[in-house]
C-alpha cells in the first residue's frame, strides 16, 4: 500500500521537490530489510495479545505423543497455546501488502501460497485441537491424504502460472532453465547465454514445483517439535533467499554470478524479508520455554514459501542445499517408518523425527536447537558460497 501510493504519487512527488526525500522506496533492497524490520516489531507488539487470545480459546498443544520416552516432556507442554502461526503468516502478509509492488503476480502468487497453507495448517490444527466427536474421541486433525491433495493442487497452480508467466523473449528460456548446481548460465567472458542450458518443458517444470511444495511444506511441518527450531531454521533459510531474489530479478547482479535472471523476482526480496523479520519476532516468544507454538498453520505455510521462491529463481538446489535440516527431519521420518515396516517392527532411531532421537539419547531441547541452528547458518552460507563455484 505504502509503495503502491509511492508509485502513483511519482510524478506529484516529483513535480513539487519531494521525490528525492521518499526515492529510497525505489530502492527494493531497502523495502526488502525495511520489511524486516517491520515484521519483527510488528510480532514483538502482536505476540502477547495473541498467545493471550489463543489461551481464552483454549487452543492449546495437546501433548500427545507415540513415544514413551518423550511423554513427560511433551505433557509438560499441553497447556502452551499452539496455532501461533496466525501470527507469523499474519505480518508477513500484512507487511508484503504494505512495502511490496502489488502489481507484481510473482508477489501476489506468493500470498496465496502463504494463505493456502496457512488456512490447510489452520483447519488441521483445529481438528487436532477443539473437533472432539460425540464418542469422546478425537480427530488428530486432517489425514495424511487431505492434506496432500490440497499441497499438490497449490504445486500445480503454482507450477501452472509460474510457468506461464515465465520471460518469453527471444533466446532461451531462463525462468524455465534447469538450474545445475556448479553451471553457468552466463559465459563470463563474453557474458552471453550458456549454450548448453536446459530447458524444462511445461510438464518438468510444473512436476518439480508439485514436489517441492509439497515436499518443503512438509518437511518444515515434521521439524516444528521442539521450542525454536523451526522458526530459528526458517529465519536462517528466508536471509538466504532475500539475498537470492535480488540477485535473481537484477539481470546484472545475475550475470555477474552466472545464475539465472528471472525478471520481477526481486520483489520476493520483500516477502523474504518479512518471513525472517516474522521468525526472528516469533522466537522471541517460541524459545525455550515456549509460550506459544506457531503449529501447522505456521510451518505448512513457512515450507511453502521456501520452496515457492525457490521455484521462481531458479534456485532449488541452492534451496535443497540450504535446508539440509529440514531434509534431514523429514528424511529421518520416512528411513524410521520404511525400515519399520521392511523388517516387521526395527527401528533406525529411537524416535522420528531425529531431533526426538537425540532428545531420547540425553540432549538437552536447548543442546539440540542451538546446534541444528548451527548447522542451518553453515549450510545457507556454503549454499550461497556455491554461487561462485562455476
Same mark, same amino acid.
Given at each position: 500500500?505504502?509503495?503502491?501510493?509511492?508509485?502513483?504519487?511519482?510524478?506529484?512527488?516529483?513535480?513539487?521537490?519531494?521525490?528525492?526525500?521518499?526515492?529510497?522506496?525505489?530502492?527494493?533492497?531497502?523495502?526488502?530489510?525495511?520489511?524486516?524490520?517491520?515484521?519483527?516489531?510488528?510480532?514483538?507488539?502482536?505476540?502477547?495479545?495473541? !498467545?493471550?487470545?489463543?489461551?481464552?480459546?483454549?487452543?492449546?498443544?495437546?501433548?500427545?505423543?507415540?513415544?514413551?520416552?518423550?511423554?513427560?516432556?511433551?505433557?509438560?507442554?499441553?497447556?502452551?497455546?499452539?496455532?501461533?502461526?496466525?501470527?507469523?503468516?499474519?505480518?508477513?502478509?500484512?507487511?508484503?501488502?504494505?512495502?511490496?509492488?502489488?502489481?507484481?503476480?510473482?508477489?501476489?502468487?506468493?500470498?496465496?501460497?502463504?494463505?493456502?497453507?496457512?488456512?490447510?495448517?489452520?483447519?488441521?490444527?483445529?481438528?487436532?485441537?477443539?473437533?472432539?466427536?460425540?464418542?469422546?474421541?478425537?480427530?488428530?486433525?486432517?489425514?495424511?491424504?487431505?492434506?496432500?491433495?490440497?499441497?499438490?493442487?497449490?504445486?500445480? !497452480?503454482?507450477?501452472?502460472?509460474?510457468?506461464?508467466?515465465?520471460?518469453?523473449?527471444?533466446?532461451?528460456?531462463?525462468?524455465?532453465?534447469?538450474?545445475?548446481?556448479?553451471?553457468?548460465?552466463?559465459?563470463?567472458?563474453?557474458?552471453?547465454?550458456?549454450?548448453?542450458?536446459?530447458?524444462?518443458?511445461?510438464?518438468?517444470?510444473?512436476?518439480?514445483?508439485?514436489?517441492?511444495?509439497?515436499?518443503?511444506?512438509?518437511?518444515?511441518?515434521?521439524?516444528?517439535?521442539?521450542?525454536?527450531?523451526?522458526?530459528?531454521?526458517?529465519?536462517?533459510?528466508?536471509?538466504?533467499?532475500?539475498?537470492?531474489?535480488?540477485?535473481?530479478?537484477?539481470?546484472?547482479?545475475?550475470?555477474?554470478?552466472?545464475?539465472?535472471?528471472?525478471?520481477?523476482?526481486?520483489?520476493?526480496?520483500?516477502?523474504?524479508?518479512?518471513?525472517?523479520?516474522?521468525?526472528?519476532?516469533?522466537?522471541?516468544?517460541?524459545?525455550?520455554?515456549?509460550?506459544?507454538?506457531?503449529?501447522?498453520?505456521?510451518?505448512?505455510?513457512?515450507?511453502?514459501?521456501?520452496?515457492?521462491?525457490?521455484?521462481?529463481?531458479?534456485?532449488?538446489?541452492?534451496?535443497?542445499?540450504?535446508?539440509?535440516?529440514?531434509?534431514?527431519?523429514?528424511?529421518?521420518?520416512?528411513?524410521?517408518?520404511?525400515?519399520?515396516?521392511?523388517?516387521?517392527?526395527?527401528?533406525?532411531?529411537?524416535?522420528?523425527?531425529?531431533?526426538?532421537?537425540?532428545?531420547?539419547?540425553?540432549?538437552?531441547?536447548?543442546?539440540?536447537?542451538?546446534?541444528?541452528?548451527?548447522?542451518?547458518?553453515?549450510?545457507?552460507?556454503?549454499?550461497?558460497?556455491?554461487?561462485?563455484?562455476?
Amino acid at each position: 500500500m505504502i509503495y503502491l501510493l509511492f508509485d502513483w504519487l511519482r510524478n506529484d512527488l516529483d513535480r513539487f521537490g519531494l521525490y528525492r526525500y521518499l526515492q529510497v522506496l525505489d530502492q527494493v533492497e531497502f523495502r526488502a530489510f525495511a520489511a524486516t524490520a517491520l515484521a519483527f516489531v510488528l510480532v514483538l507488539v502482536l505476540g502477547r495479545p495473541v !498467545i493471550d487470545w489463543l489461551r481464552r480459546k483454549k487452543i492449546g498443544d495437546t501433548g500427545l505423543t507415540d513415544a514413551e520416552g518423550l511423554r513427560a516432556a511433551a505433557s509438560s507442554k499441553a497447556a502452551t497455546p499452539t496455532m501461533g502461526g496466525i501470527l507469523i503468516v499474519g505480518t508477513i502478509i500484512f507487511t508484503t501488502l504494505l512495502l511490496a509492488d502489488m502489481k507484481n503476480m510473482y508477489v501476489v502468487l506468493g500470498i496465496i501460497v502463504a494463505v493456502w497453507l496457512a488456512a490447510l495448517g489452520g483447519i488441521d490444527d483445529w481438528l487436532k485441537l477443539t473437533a472432539a466427536s460425540r464418542a469422546g474421541k478425537s480427530r488428530q486433525g486432517l489425514y495424511a491424504w487431505e492434506k496432500l491433495v490440497f499441497q499438490l493442487g497449490l504445486g500445480l !497452480i503454482v507450477g501452472y502460472f509460474t510457468y506461464n508467466f515465465g520471460n518469453h523473449g527471444e533466446g532461451p528460456n531462463l525462468a524455465h532453465v534447469l538450474n545445475l548446481p556448479f553451471q553457468k548460465t552466463y559465459e563470463s567472458a563474453v557474458g552471453s547465454l550458456n549454450e548448453h542450458l536446459v530447458i524444462l518443458p511445461r510438464w518438468a517444470y510444473i512436476t518439480v514445483a508439485v514436489l517441492l511444495i509439497a515436499g518443503m511444506s512438509n518437511a518444515v511441518n515434521i521439524s516444528d517439535g521442539m521450542d525454536g527450531l523451526a522458526s530459528g531454521i526458517s529465519a536462517a533459510v528466508a536471509l538466504g533467499f532475500i539475498l537470492l531474489c535480488l540477485i535473481a530479478g537484477k539481470d546484472a547482479w545475475a550475470r555477474w554470478l552466472l545464475v539465472p535472471h528471472v525478471p520481477g523476482t526481486d520483489e520476493l526480496a520483500i516477502i523474504a524479508g518479512a518471513m525472517l523479520g516474522a521468525c526472528l519476532g516469533f522466537l522471541w516468544f517460541n524459545c525455550q520455554p515456549a509460550s506459544v507454538f506457531m503449529g501447522d498453520t505456521g510451518s505448512l505455510s513457512l515450507g511453502g514459501l521456501l520452496a515457492y521462491f525457490a521455484i521462481v529463481t531458479r534456485q532449488e538446489a541452492v534451496m535443497l542445499l540450504m535446508s539440509t535440516v529440514f531434509l534431514i527431519e523429514i528424511g529421518s521420518v520416512v528411513l524410521q517408518v520404511s525400515y519399520f515396516k521392511a523388517t516387521g517392527g526395527k527401528r533406525i532411531l529411537r524416535c522420528s523425527p531425529i531431533h526426538h532421537h537425540f532428545h531420547m539419547a540425553a540432549w538437552t531441547e536447548s543442546q539440540i536447537v542451538i546446534r541444528f541452528w548451527v548447522l542451518s547458518v553453515l549450510m545457507v552460507v556454503l549454499a550461497l558460497a556455491t554461487l561462485k563455484l562455476r
